[in-house]
């Protein structure tokens, strides 16, 4: 395992931030709840709720729930995930 602040944590972190950043442009654009995503992505109100204010990072099966509830890929998200 990594020591902290190691690359693959600020990795890990870019990730769930840009996972965070679409989840929330989705929910605007589209004028959903969050109860109505996450009613849709299959996964509980706390979860979402934890997610997006920042205090809990996403599984990788929640936030393919979350792509598939969107419909998008997860890849879509990843790949502007800046190195």
Do not use: Y
Not at 2 to 27: G, L
């Amino acid at each position: 395992m990594a020591a902290p602040n190691q690359p693959s944590d600020r990795v890990d972190t870019a990730v769930q931030a840009q996972i965070r950043a679409t989840v929330k442009e989705f929910r605007a654009i589209h004028g959903l709840s969050r109860t109505k995503l996450a009613e849709k992505a299959g996964i509980s109100l706390w979860m979402l709720s934890m997610f997006e204010n920042g205090d809990r990072q996403l599984s990788l099966e929640g936030a393919l729930r979350l792509c598939h509830a969107m419909e998008m890929k997860l890849w879509e998200i990843l790949r502007k995930v800046e190195n």
